[in-house]
């Protein structure tokens, strides 16, 4: 029986959104921005800053800096907490932390953050993929983003830090169908597509 389900999705899918959806019907609880606030807490920063750092990967040069400030801190005897050393490996260290808790809890959905590596052992999680044809992710992320913004340009972006996220921390191919137990078009639409997952967390057709 499944107890956790973990959503991967392509940026401007509404993959997020299905999430919700998953959980609202389970009755489950959802990680995606609270995952974000329970790092936080732990970590003893503001929401803000480990938002910044949530699912990015930072460039090779600034993680040399930040392991040398690591080292500095230690061996001036300086907790790196008080050290006010957060970055963007720290994040996934902690949101991994966040997530194996909750994945022994049971009954949540998590949104992201390679939750199906981190989870990929265990036989009571579902994970899933959603994604969409181009145009419509296009047409998604133009209505909810500034006018300002090249939505082509966000969704390519996006999608390239959460592939970078994926096998800078796991060593895993984020669209390696072999990840997952399903492959879902958003394009479905949010109803018949959480329904899909939850009948599947239910086993429902199954003999």
């Given at each position: ?60 040069w600034q993680r040399f ?66 994604g969409a044809p181009w ?26 830090e959460r592939a970078s ?43």
């Amino acid at each position: 029986m499944f107890k956790v389900v973990t959503v991967a999705r392509e940026y401007g899918s509404g993959g997020g959104i299905i999430a919700r959806a998953v959980a609202e019907k389970l009755r489950w609880n959802l990680l995606d921005r609270a995952l974000i606030r329970a790092v936080a807490r732990t970590a003893q920063v503001d929401t803000d800053t480990a938002e910044r750092y949530d699912e990015h990967v930072e460039p090779w040069w600034q993680r040399f800096h930040r392991a040398g400030v690591w080292s500095a801190a230690i061996m001036a005897g300086i907790a790196p907490i008080d050290a006010q050393f957060f970055d963007a490996a720290t994040m996934a260290a902690l949101a991994r932390q966040v997530m194996l808790k909750a994945a022994a809890r049971g009954d949540c959905v998590i949104v992201g953050r390679g939750a199906q590596c981190a989870l990929q052992g265990r036989e009571d999680v579902l994970h899933v993929f959603i994604g969409a044809p181009w145009a419509e992710r296009v047409g998604r992320v133009r209505a909810g983003a500034p006018s300002s913004q090249d939505a082509e340009e966000l969704i390519r972006v996006t999608d390239h830090e959460r592939a970078s996220y994926i096998r800078n921390y796991y060593g895993c191919d984020w669209k390696n169908p072999h990840l997952y137990h399903m492959m879902i078009g958003s394009q479905l639409g949010t109803e018949m597509a959480s329904w899909t997952i939850v009948n599947a967390v239910r086993g429902v057709g199954q003999p």
